[in-house]
């Protein structure tokens, strides 16, 4: 198919935010995001909420995405849709709405991977300063995905080690909130880690097998050590939150950092690309330039308006996938787990 003035509308809504782009080639013309503040007074997502805030949303932001990029509906080629993996309901809001626009505009309809997402928005134009070389390492840092891909095409792509409990985003917001801070925990650790000793406190580094990795036993560590120190001084956490803060930050930097080096020794691949939410954390920013110094790796590093939920990496697996011809049916269906 041609290269030139592919048009395509691509919809995001696996989790609380609801999202819609409007791409011309590899060119993002409009991004617009929708953030649900409902959650933050729950400590957390709810998903009924969540899927009832999708359905008030996704219509203002459609027209706004299209608004802003000066597209009519009429010259799309094509929408690109959030498939999976998230929660249910709110996946089935987008899908629904992809589904019956892209029958009303008889155009085709493009189901994405929104893990596959987060790492091929490297290939959006503005996205960094270079696009990644296949093959490359790919890490997923999020509040619900932990995983090292191997990255070998844009349709090829293994998985090489996950998480085998809690998500490294999970583990940010769970100890955050032992230390009483607000949802979404995750930037506010990062702020305060940088006011901090990273080496005040000591927490365990854990010991798992391969690529895998685990963030409950430091969870659990660092509610026993915040338990015990409690009972001592009841105004520890205040008195020590910077620290606390910048203690977990380097533990959770350290294990990122252990199976990173193991994976690029074990598939002699130097190119890392990072993606997800977490990946907007400045600790690890820095570890992957410094590595990139020390060990001359060829580190990626997404712009922050492609590292946390949005349209814009849909829609650029889902130009990649038009060029390929590979649509999608309308019967299709959302899918909560959907692997890589």
């Not at 089935?92 to 790492?119: C, R, W, Y």
């Not at 685990?214 to 910077?242: H, P, R």
Request: charged share 25%; aromatic share 8%.
């Amino acid at each position: 198919m041609s290269l030139e003035n592919t048009y395509i509308l691509s919809i995001e809504s696996s989790c609380d935010d609801t999202a819609a782009a409007v791409l011309e080639n590899s060119r993002i013309l409009s991004n617009v995001v929708a953030t649900q503040k409902i959650h933050e007074e729950y400590g957390g997502v709810v998903p009924e909420l969540a899927s009832r805030a999708h359905q008030q949303n996704i219509v203002p932001v459609v027209d706004q995405a299209l608004k802003k990029a000066k597209i009519d509906k009429s010259q799309l080629n094509a929408i690109a849709f959030t498939r999976g993996p998230g929660l249910m309901g709110s996946l089935l809001v987008g899908t629904s709405f992809a589904k019956s626009l892209a029958l009303a505009l008889d155009i085709p309809l493009i189901e994405v991977n929104h893990m596959q997402a987060h790492l091929l928005a490297h290939f959006i134009d503005d996205a960094s300063h270079r696009k990644p070389n296949f093959p490359f390492l790919g890490i997923t840092l999020s509040g619900g995905h932990t995983q090292i891909v191997k990255v070998d095409d844009y349709f090829s792509m293994e998985v090489i080690g996950e998480t085998l409990d809690d998500a490294v985003g999970e583990a940010y917001d769970k100890c955050g909130k032992m230390l009483g801070l607000d949802y979404p925990a995750g930037p506010i650790v990062d702020k305060l880690a940088q006011k901090g000793n990273p080496k005040a406190f000591e927490f365990p580094v854990p010991n798992v097998k391969d690529l895998n990795f685990s963030f409950s036993g430091l969870k659990t560590a660092v509610m026993y050590f915040l338990e015990k120190k409690q009972k001592e001084n009841q105004d520890f956490i205040k008195e020590n939150l910077n620290d606390l803060c910048a203690s977990f930050q380097f533990t959770v930097v350290k294990i990122i950092k252990k199976k990173l080096e193991k994976a690029v020794k074990q598939t002699q691949i130097r190119e890392v690309a990072i993606g997800g939410g977490v990946s907007a954390n400045s600790a690890i920013r820095t570890m992957l330039q410094k590595q990139e110094k020390n060990k001359k790796w060829i580190c990626h590093i997404p712009k922050f308006e492609y590292t946390t939920d949005n349209a814009a990496m849909i829609g650029i697996v889902g130009y990649y996938k038009f060029l390929n011809g590979q649509f999608t049916d309308v019967k299709t269906s959302a899918k909560a787990r959907y692997h890589i």
